[in-house]
């Protein structure tokens, strides 16, 4: 086979639709040291999402990221190889996955998502498709958090061309990386994805499949605090959820109705609180009798067969005087 011969590439713009372009060389794998560097492409922006939150404005939004990234990868990146300070750098929350807020980093439109990468090679176009996120139920499992079982992976692997946002511990930091990006752009540096890494993150490669077989046995002692702590956080929210139903159980609402859970009631409700709750009702319902027109006109319906009924009882009452029932003799009007 004739040996590789690289070409000549254009020249790779410093920014594209507003986001800076950090060109990351890949280093040669093992299997393949005879043939030359790839090259993969950062795109990096403000973050600038259509509900902002309180970090978004010392937060810098990462497109199209190395699948084999991690937060260790990243904080080389900006101090080591970019020259920003050592410890100017809060979190990294990637694409798919939960923080403390249960918030995820989906596709809303606000160029945010997976769709971002397709958006920016198109000209600035960002995609219009919505992307749901996957959101728990709320109060569902928030209290057992820290109680899952024993991971099996030593390291989470991205999908290919993902998003990340990175927080900053304040805005200059966050401007501080971009103005290196585009220094080290202008000065033809160049950046070499992963270096200085070594031994601070677990391997890849059969080596990480070698450890996923270890880790799917964990140590007994450390699966029964795991099982007993998350059976201690079910039977707790558990208990909670009991007491509040029969917290509902013994108090009437607003309308003086009790509400009906599963279980039955320990005690019978209070029966002045539910004619209390009842009066309030009524007084806070006066003089709203005939707000509606509908309301006058069945109220004038109801004096009229009111007036009907009567009329007809007073008929009946003149008829069987007439016939003498009850009175001992026929009635003769004068």
């Known amino acids: 086979m004739a040996p590789y011969t690289p070409t000549t590439s254009p020249a790779i713009p410093l920014t594209v639709s507003d986001y800076h372009i950090l060109p990351l060389s890949l280093p040669s794998l093992p299997a393949l040291k005879s043939q030359p560097q790839a090259t993969h492409y950062l795109y990096l922006h403000p973050h600038a999402p259509k509900i902002p939150s309180p970090n978004t404005s010392r937060s810098l939004f990462l497109v199209n990221v190395p699948f084999d990234a991690t937060e260790t990868h990243l904080k080389t990146l900006f101090s080591t190889q970019l020259g920003l300070p050592a410890g100017r750098m809060e979190r990294v929350r990637f694409e798919g996955q939960k923080n403390k807020d249960r918030e995820t980093i ?152 009790i509400t009906v859970t599963k279980g039955g009631r320990n005690k019978p409700a209070r029966e002045e609180e539910a004619r209390e709750k009842l009066e309030k009702q009524k007084e806070r319902q006066k003089g709203l009798e005939n707000f509606y027109r509908f309301q006058g006109r069945e109220k004038r319906k109801e004096r009229e067969r009111e007036l009907v009924r009567r009329f007809e009882e007073d008929k009946e009452k003149v008829r069987r005087m007439r016939e003498g029932r009850g009175g001992g003799r026929a009635f003769k009007p004068e």
């Open 106 to 257: 989906a596709d809303n439109g606000d160029g945010s998502g997976e769709g971002a990468l397709k958006g920016i090679l198109k000209g600035g176009k960002k995609s219009k498709k919505r992307k749901r996120a996957a959101f728990e139920k709320e109060g569902e499992l928030e209290d057992m958090e820290g109680t899952v079982l024993p991971g099996t992976w030593d390291r989470e692997v991205l999908i290919a061309g993902g998003t990340a946002v990175v927080v900053f511990v304040d805005r200059v930091s966050m401007e501080a990386v971009v103005k290196a990006v585009r220094r080290a752009r202008k000065g033809g540096e160049r950046v070499v994805w992963g270096e200085g890494v070594e031994g601070k993150v677990p391997s890849l490669g059969s080596q990480r499949y070698l450890s996923h077989h270890q880790l799917r046995y964990p140590d007994k002692t450390v699966l029964l605090a795991s099982v007993n702590a998350y059976m201690t956080a079910y039977a707790s929210r558990e208990s909670a959820k009991s007491r509040k139903l029969k917290a509902l159980r013994q108090q009437p609402d607003e309308d003086g109705f």
